[in-house]
């Protein structure tokens, strides 16, 4: 079975660090792009940036940049979203999902994001 | 950036109806677009992509269409656990969605 398992609900203080993950497992995880998504409460869905496992390129949204840190680990097939310092802003549910795509030339063509994680909620609060 | 408008927010829909919720891009996008259901408390779930394409598994009530910069998601016959909110995300340039369409019981 092809699927996305997340880390835990963090609660954390503003200011703190955090690094959440999100382990892939029944397909080639360094064949497929992971991607990140933020929902914050009530709210739509954010697309953060994306990951491909097989050489770490990554893309980041422009809201993103500079914001947040994607990493992962081809060796034990996790992928990473990481904060330097929590805002209170930051408080919302995080998916992971991997994304579809094609490649022809050096140019990557982008589908849709057909498995997701549970989501990770994490809580920023002092 | 290339924004995405969903239309419209929310609809009170009964079971047996058909559905079209609409999706506009502010430049041409191709065929770059797709669709997601997502329930309350579940992680969203893709239903069709490249405007067009159903996930399998999806049931065939779901279809989708347009090009350019117009799109639709079309239910033919709402069932009970169509009740949803349902997202477009443009895959052209970057990946953003749309601000969701929320199908409420009549």
């Known amino acids: 079975e092809v699927q996305l398992v997340q880390s835990g609900a963090e609660v954390k203080k503003p200011g703190e660090s955090l690094k959440i993950s999100c382990k892939g497992s029944?397909?080639?995880?360094?064949?497929?792009?992971v991607a990140w998504v933020r929902q914050m409460p009530g709210k739509g869905l954010e697309w953060m940036g994306i990951?491909?496992?097989?050489?770490?390129?990554?893309r980041y949204s422009p809201s993103f940049q500079g914001q947040v840190t994607i990493s992962a680990d081809k060796s034990i097939n996790t992928a990473y979203l990481q904060w330097s310092t929590l805002k209170a802003s930051d408080s919302a549910i995080y998916y992971c999902?991997?994304?579809?795509?094609?490649?022809?030339?050096?140019?990557?063509?982008?589908?849709?994001?057909?498995?997701w994680g549970q989501g990770t909620t994490v809580t920023v609060s002092s | 950036d290339i924004q995405l408008t969903q239309s419209p927010s929310s609809l009170s829909v009964s079971v047996g109806d058909r559905v079209t919720i609409t999706c506009r891009a502010s430049?041409?996008?191709?065929?770059?677009l797709n669709w997601y259901q997502q329930k309350p408390g579940k992680a969203p779930r893709l239903l069709i992509y490249?405007?067009?394409s159903l996930l399998s598994g999806v049931p065939s009530r779901f279809s989708g269409g347009g090009s350019g910069t117009d799109f639709t998601l079309t239910i033919s016959s709402l069932q009970p656990e169509d009740f949803a909110t349902y997202y477009c995300?443009?895959?052209?340039?970057?990946?953003?969605f749309g601000q969701g369409t929320k199908l409420e019981i009549k």
């Open positions: 490249s405007t067009s």
């Open positions: 029944g397909y080639r995880f360094t064949s497929y792009w």
């Open positions: 430049q041409s996008i191709g065929s770059y």
């Open positions: 999902a991997r994304q579809l795509a094609s490649t022809s030339f050096g140019v990557w063509y982008y589908y849709g994001m057909d498995v």
């Open positions: 990951i491909y496992p097989g050489d770490s390129d990554t």
């Open positions: 995300q443009q895959s052209y340039s970057g990946l953003p």
